[in-house]
């Protein structure tokens, strides 16, 4: 069975930065394209970025609203998925997603974690 | 940047009864290789997102046959054949040939 648990979440000021992971399971992680995605309080789905397998060069790809401030890593070796988040905005604020990226879509998810940026 | 617009917004439906939800893109969805990357998303109360349905009309794993998708070019629907107490939620539309991009959503509840 697939299961991807994210944790990093919190609260963190403007300007600050945080780490999210995500622990993966279930499936060859190594060889499938991850991404993560976010949404707001109340609000709808946003996609923020993802990585490609290794095999794929291990490219990354990121939204506009995130691009420069925002780094998606992986380590094979451990399964992980990692969303470094830096210069964070309190429109930032949001339950952040790890997905698994196949048939140009995310067909698994895990249950979220939250990131609350405020003063 | 693609713009996904879904409608209606709100679906209120009897239990029983069909349901479909428009998704239009604002260009063509075909990619370079042929495939038309258009999913769709159902979010219960509380829950992660599920997909439902990848490159137009196939369905994932697990979900049930009253669910189908068609469509093709710039114009999608989901269709829902009987809607059941647990089909309520927000439905999403999302494209995945120019990067990805998640339409409004639209939320469906029981009459």
């Known amino acids: 069975e697939v299961q991807l648990v994210e944790s990093g979440g919190g609260l963190v000021e403007p300007g600050g930065s945080l780490r999210l992971s995500c622990a993966a399971s279930?499936?060859?992680?190594?060889?499938?394209?991850m991404s993560w995605v976010r949404q707001a309080p109340g609000k709808g789905l946003e996609w923020v970025g993802h990585i490609k397998r290794k095999t794929d060069v291990g490219t990354t790809d990121y939204a506009a609203p995130v691009k420069g401030r925002f780094t998606i890593s992986r380590d094979d070796s451990k399964n992980t998925l990692y969303l470094q988040m830096s210069s964070l905005k309190t429109e930032d604020t949001a339950v952040y997603y790890c997905?698994?990226?196949?048939?140009?879509?995310?067909?698994?998810w895990g249950q979220g974690t939250t990131v609350t940026v405020s003063s | 940047d693609v713009v996904m617009t879904q409608s209606p917004l709100f679906l209120p439906v009897t239990l029983g009864q069909p349901a479909s939800i428009s998704c239009r893109s604002s260009?063509?969805?075909?990619?370079?290789?042929?495939?038309?990357?258009l999913n769709w998303f159902q979010q219960r109360p509380g829950q992660s997102p599920r997909r439902l349905i990848y490159k137009v009309s196939n369905r994932d794993s697990g979900v049930p046959d009253r669910f189908s998708g068609s469509g093709s070019g710039t114009d999608f629907t989901l269709k829902i054949s009987r809607v059941e107490a647990e089909d309520v939620g927000i439905y999403y539309c999302?494209?995945?040939?120019?990067?990805?991009?998640f339409g409004q959503g639209t939320k469906l509840e029981i009459k």
């Open positions: 279930g499936f060859t992680f190594s060889n499938t394209w």
């Open positions: 260009q063509s969805l075909v990619y370079s290789d042929g495939n038309t990357y």
């Open positions: 999302m494209q995945g040939t120019h990067w990805y991009t």
């Open positions: 997905t698994t990226d196949h048939d140009g879509g995310m067909d698994a």
